[in-house]
């Protein structure tokens, strides 16, 4: 079993930035995938970024790319999501997912571990 506790989430004003980060514990190395994923209210939760253990290639939404940074630690097991230039649409509870795949995409089933999430809040 693989445990993740996200942190760093709060209120910004637009325009403005947040890291969040991930800790996983237990079975880290099943966390050969580690991603983001948002949801906003009334919305479905959808992906934001993705990184490999493995050359730690990243890969972003089309809708964060170029504002988000998402990186790793793997001798600390932690994941981060460094966000700038947020956007009130960036409003959302983010969570943080680990797949045993060395290539998982940003389908949600493609995740086997997740966080309980933290709430980002930007106001305008």
């Known amino acids: 079993q693989v445990q993740l506790v996200e942190s760093g989430g709060g209120l910004v004003q637009a325009g403005g930035s947040l890291r969040l980060s991930c800790a996983a514990s237990g079975r880290t190395s099943s966390t050969n995938t580690m991603g983001w994923f948002r949801r906003a209210p009334g919305k479905e939760r959808e992906f934001v970024a993705t990184?490999?253990?493995?050359?730690?290639?990243?890969y972003y939404a089309d809708s964060v790319k170029g504002r988000f940074t998402i990186s790793r630690n793997n001798a600390q097991n932690t994941v981060y999501l460094q966000m700038n230039s947020l956007k009130t649409e960036g409003a959302a509870a983010y969570y943080c997912?680990?797949?045993?795949?060395?290539?998982?995409?940003?389908?949600?089933?493609?995740?086997?571990?997740w966080g309980q999430g933290t709430q980002v809040t930007v106001s305008s």
């Open positions: 990184i490999f253990r493995v050359f730690g290639s990243t």
């Open positions: 997912a680990a797949s045993e795949s060395y290539i998982a995409g940003p389908g949600l089933n493609e995740y086997k571990y």
